[in-house]
């Protein structure tokens, strides 16, 4: 059994341009969340994916926006990027109806 | 206390020492609650969680306590060792969604 896959595991963009991340969930996990981890803080919940649909958000703008996928699977967008989104970006899968998470490694973003 | 920003709080103790790392969460309705261990440049690992109609849980040299009369939680490590040394934090649920919030976390450092 797999767990929860991400890739990139490192990048640097610039600001103003757009970023896309990929999560591979657990095998059995049709949950998707997505979190945005800034240095020296707790994760922070972004939105969360179960059967393609968004199942609630946090308090991060428009310009975050994801996709869930038939195989569960997940990507999150991030549009205009400002410093502030330089951060570890986390993908957590669940089965239906827990509220265990189970990480990924992270995506580094670097924003310059 | 919790602090914000890149200092977060430390506990220091020598290997085979117990350490107790405390949580204060915010939300009353909460019913379910979590400890992770974050080490360097991974993402959040899954160390026990507990349902808010108990108040001790135990598992593999680890036990977390819930006071839900003031709202905090406790994570004791027995016979901590070098490998434990990682930050910690604490992590909440409510409304039966996999959701969670999480603390900003505290950082356990183990000396040989």
């Known amino acids: 059994e797999t767990g929860v896959t991400q890739s990139p595991t490192h990048l640097i963009k610039t600001r103003g341009q757009q970023v896309t991340l990929r999560c591979s969930s657990q095998?059995?996990?049709?949950?998707v969340s997505w979190y945005q981890q800034a240095l020296g803080q707790g994760p922070q919940f972004i939105f969360q994916?179960?059967?393609?649909?968004?199942?609630g958000r946090g308090n991060f703008p428009p310009r975050f926006s994801g996709l869930q996928f038939p195989n569960y699977s997940s990507e999150l967008n991030v549009n205009a990027l400002e410093l502030d989104d330089s951060a570890l970006y986390l993908c957590?899968?669940?089965?239906?109806?827990?509220?265990?998470?189970?990480f990924g490694e992270g995506s580094r973003l670097t924003v310059l | 206390g919790e602090s914000v920003g890149l200092h977060l709080p430390t506990l220091s103790v020598q290997e085979g020492d117990n350490s107790i790392i405390n949580c204060a969460y915010s939300n009353s309705a909460s019913d379910y609650f979590i400890w992770y261990k974050q080490e360097s440049g991974k993402g959040p690992q899954f160390i026990i969680d507990?349902?808010?109609?108990?108040d001790k849980r135990q598992g593999q040299r680890v036990t977390v306590l819930l006071n839900k009369t003031v709202k905090h939680l406790s994570l004791q490590i027995a016979a901590t060792q070098p490998g434990d040394s990682a930050v910690y934090f604490c992590a909440e649920n409510s409304a039966g969604y996999s959701t969670l919030t999480f603390g900003k976390g505290t950082m356990l450092l183990v000396s040989p």
């Open positions: 507990i349902r808010s109609n108990m």
């Open positions: 957590a899968s669940s089965p239906s109806g827990t509220g265990e998470l189970f």
């Open positions: 095998s059995g996990h049709n949950t």
């Open positions: 994916y179960y059967r393609e649909e968004e199942n």
